[in-house]
């Protein structure tokens, strides 16, 4: 049935192209295959530009080029006194798409918001384990089933979230991927048809773009969506051509065979810039990479050993040398585009002849250590092996003996969290949600040793006031909290602070309305083509 | 000739469940946790971890998991692939036509070009002619495939622009998968172009894979035809006045053949590894790419379910290539 559904939809797109002869399309070369197309299940980047950011919207929306949070599916919201309640007001008059698998007969409303919640967070919803090994991986990570105590439809066009206690990042996580709105309508069909999974392949949202067709692997196809709340879209058409090598990707750019693509290889960058027909968008990632230490292991639960190894290391050589000069050396452990950095900080000056003095005011004498070299590249770190020789050099200039070691990536990130782990980890993490709880708590909090927080520090202060600002709902209070741990922070050095990467977008020149995102999605609304 | 192919049968049973013990128990071997996975960078709780283990079975001994696993093989179920949620089998018969159609192309050209190479190179030995082939034949076995493939893209679709960059066909058409042969679908879906469209799609990848078989052919079909040629019965043949091409091309040519078709029928393996690169640099929707992906997420349905049915496919291949030896060469048979 299923072959048939999307046989009648290809035969339906091709007849509209035909008809359409000038449409504009637009192609992005994207870098991997979707998971799928429901964004509970999975995590992975490419899947919610896939599936989240095309099809669907949710309650808040990130304003374009932002981490702020602003009105998406609900026009405004409110928050009790005591921060537990948050009253979602939705908008009205909100339309699914119609497709030629489904057409919706209601707009958008309360039991829609329901559904998409209760769905990952209700173990008796029929939904909750629609596909095999569904575990709403987004959805726990950011610990909603916790947090979440009831929601309520207080009419059709009210919801009302209470929460088991404060958490002002609350927000930030109901405008992430994995709380898309799904269509309930959509789901009670399918689920009284017995096609369940087909909410996995043919997602219906309410978003700027419908859903036309998947070729795994290879394409898949949208086209914008007539009834989309939000004004309809520039172009006619979007199409993501999946091309896996970045040397291809640039290869297709050139010849014109996509209009956009990420994550250029950084040796390409320079001719990119030099070709007239391409141009290019930088925006500093939200993201950091660090050598985190082992805070529980000797020499390195002294705070002034810390402070000596990051003193040896010279971060411009290495941002030079790995980034091609496409970042910039990290002071603080949170980005600078994010809200609450605090720029007062002082970073620990590059100084060796320092450095070696404090280590043996320190009392370390002939210390040889490891520092791992993560076998991939990341955004935050493009290769870590040669970052991790830089720094065995500087660190051979004050007397330290460095052993570089790797494990393959898998094995690396079950290994590094280890609490007895030997030597230092170069790491790094891209932000969900651009609320400083998800960089500060997330990986330095004291809930975290064992996990995320490779450091393995656990600092009563820090701890405070993190959680405190995770509990305050004024946007100014928690500021000054976060700018007060980040002192703390620099204070006793549990990681050296190496680089926040640039995210670099090449694209062709005829492309307009591209607007960048500090969270690293990929969206097309709002895209346009010149003529 | 019944009993034979009872025979080869018969070998085929042990070595299928040979190899899905083997595929079920090396991937487990690798370092690395596919529930841990699941969730990235980000560090997922031991409770979490324990709970989503269960439910995917894991926590059970080993060789139930294994009893288990191919209960289900014999009735059809590869399971469920762990990353993204879907059939392993049925992702398979959707990739595999691209791959299937990949190496046929590769594999022909490695045939009609490597098998006159080679002889004509055994004829002419030690001219320009046989060393300028063995020396090409020998490069284009050295020459890793992820940078042959680049280079070619850079020359014909960069510079030259002759052939489009990567994928299977022009984004502009788009018809619906009967046979999932991008070249009868495009004849079948009628638009006019898009034949042209998959043929250029193809050009290239097909070059890039066919080089290796293309040189192992070449080589294994030169010092064949050598060595026959030095047999009594060709210089008897000559003796008796026959024209060369009747020498050549069918007293020493089919003899010559058998380990020649050996050699082709283990290029299938070679083809196999050879379009996870090839797939991976032209962006091409087969069941290498897919393969890769799923070592990369420790995605232990996919990989085992994947490597079962291709070591089905090769085993298939090599029992026909054996039949085949039975028609040329009727002493095989006994």
């Not at chain 1, 979230?161 to 609350?170: G, N, S, V, Y």
């Not at chain 1, 994550?263 to 050598?291: C, F, H, R, T, W």
């Not at chain 2, 043949?237 to 024209?243: E, F, P």
Request: with cysteine.
């Amino acid at each position: 049935m299923i072959r048939k559904l999307t046989f009648a939809a290809a035969l339906l797109a091709a007849t509209a192209l035909a008809g359409a002869a000038n449409a504009k399309t637009f192609v992005y070369c994207s870098e991997a295959s979707p998971e799928g197309f429901d964004p509970g299940l999975y995590t992975g980047g490419n899947t919610f530009d896939a599936s989240a950011h095309p099809v669907y919207n949710r309650l808040l929306e990130f304003k374009k080029g932002t981490t702020e949070v602003e009105p998406g599916l609900a026009e405004s919201y409110e928050v009790s006194d005591d921060g537990l309640q948050y009253t979602f007001k939705l908008r009205q008059g909100v339309k699914f798409q119609t497709t030629d698998f489904f057409t919706p007969t209601r707009e958008f409303n309360a039991d829609d918001v329901i559904f998409s919640f209760e769905r990952p967070w209700k173990e008796d919803n029929p939904w909750h384990k629609y596909v095999e090994g569904a575990s709403w991986e987004y959805f726990a990570g950011m610990g909603m089933p916790e947090l979440l105590d009831k929601i309520e439809k207080v009419d059709d066009h009210t919801v009302r979230f209470t929460l088991k206690r404060k958490e002002a990042p609350f927000l930030a996580n109901v405008a992430m991927p994995f709380a898309s709105i799904l269509s309930k309508e959509y789901a009670d069909k399918l689920q009284a048809d017995g096609k369940m999974n087909q909410m996995n392949q043919m997602p219906l949202g309410t978003g700027p773009f419908t859903f036309v067709g998947y070729q795994q692997d290879a394409v898949i196809r949208y086209k914008a969506n007539p009834d989309y709340w939000g004004g309809k879209q520039p172009i006619d058409d979007l199409v993501f051509a999946i091309t896996t090598d970045a040397a291809v990707r640039y290869q297709k750019l050139k010849a014109g065979e996509c209009h956009l693509m990420p994550y250029p290889n950084a040796a390409d960058v320079a001719s990119m810039k030099a070709d007239p027909s391409l141009k290019i968008s930088e925006q500093e990632g939200l993201n950091v990479a660090y050598l985190a230490y082992n805070a529980t292991q000797a020499p390195f639960d002294k705070v002034e050993v810390r402070k000596a190894l990051n003193m040896a290391i010279n971060k411009q050589a290495i941002v030079d040398a790995v980034f091609q000069g496409a970042a910039t050396p990290a002071k603080n452990p949170i980005p600078p585009t994010m809200w609450s950095y605090n720029d007062a900080i002082e970073d620990d000056k590059y100084d060796p002849e320092a450095a070696k003095a404090a280590l043996e005011a320190a009392g370390v004498k002939d210390l040889s250590m490891k520092v791992w070299a993560m076998p991939v590249a990341r955004p935050y770190m493009l290769n870590a092996r040669r970052a991790a020789e830089l720094i065995q050099s500087d660190f051979d200039k004050i007397g330290v003996k460095v052993e570089i070691v790797s494990y393959e990536w898998a094995e690396y990130l079950d290994k590094s969290k280890a609490k007895d782990r030997d030597g230092a980890v170069i790491l790094g993490w891209t932000g969900d949600n651009g609320d400083p709880d998800n960089f500060l708590d997330t990986l330095l909090g004291c809930d975290a040793v064992g996990g995320n927080n490779r450091a393995q520090w656990c600092n009563k202060e820090f701890d405070d006031l993190v959680t405190k600002a995770k509990e305050a709902s004024d946007q100014a209070e928690r500021t000054k909290l976060y700018e007060e741990a980040q002192v703390v922070f620099k204070r006793e050095a549990p990681w050296a602070t190496l680089d926040h990467s640039l995210a670099i977008v090449p694209m062709r020149k005829e492309v307009q309305g591209f607007v960048q995102s500090p969270l690293g999605d990929f969206t097309f609304d709002g895209v346009d083509l010149a003529e | 000739m019944l009993r034979f192919l009872l025979r080869r049968l018969a070998v085929l049973i042990p070595t299928f469940i040979g190899v899905s013990i083997i595929a079920f128990s090396f991937i487990r071997m690798l370092p690395g946790d596919p529930v841990a996975l699941l969730s990235g960078e980000r560090v997922m709780s031991p409770e979490r971890h324990a709970e989503i283990s269960h439910q995917l079975g894991f926590d059970r001994p080993i060789v139930i998991q294994y009893l288990d696993y191919l209960w289900g093989v014999l009735r059809g179920d590869f399971g469920t692939s762990i990353s993204t949620k879907g059939s392993v089998l049925e992702q398979f018969l959707q990739l595999f036509p691209a791959t299937l159609e990949l190496s046929i192309c590769a594999i022909i050209v490695a045939i009609v070009l490597g098998i006159p190479a080679g002889i004509f190179a055994a004829i002419k030995r030690g001219s320009f002619f046989d060393q300028s082939v063995m020396g090409a034949a020998l490069v284009g076995y050295s020459m890793p495939i992820f940078w042959w493939g680049l280079l070619l893209i850079i020359l014909f679709s960069g510079i030259l622009q002759w052939t489009p960059v990567s994928g299977r066909i022009s984004l502009m058409f788009f018809f619906p998968q009967v046979t999932g042969f991008m070249l009868i679908d495009s004849l079948l879906s009628g638009q006019e172009g898009a034949f042209k469209s998959a043929v250029s799609h193809l050009i290239l990848p097909t070059i890039v894979l066919a080089t290796i078989p293309l040189a192992v052919i070449a080589r294994q079909t030169r010092s064949a035809m050598l060595e026959v040629l030095g047999e009594d019965y060709v210089r008897t043949a000559r003796a008796k006045g026959l024209s060369p091409f009747r020498v050549v091309g069918v007293h020493a040519l089919r003899n010559a053949m058998i380990p020649v078709i050996t050699t082709i029928g283990l290029q299938v393996g070679v083809l196999m590894a050879g379009a996870i690169l090839t797939e991976t640099i032209f962006s091409w929707p087969g069941i290498g790419k897919w393969m890769v992906d799923s070592v990369f997420r420790r995605d232990y349905p996919v990989i085992q379910g994947g490597l079962l049915i291709i070591a089905g496919i090769i085993m298939l291949v090599n029992l026909v290539v054996d039949l085949l030896y039975g028609l040329i060469n009727p002493r095989i048979r006994h």
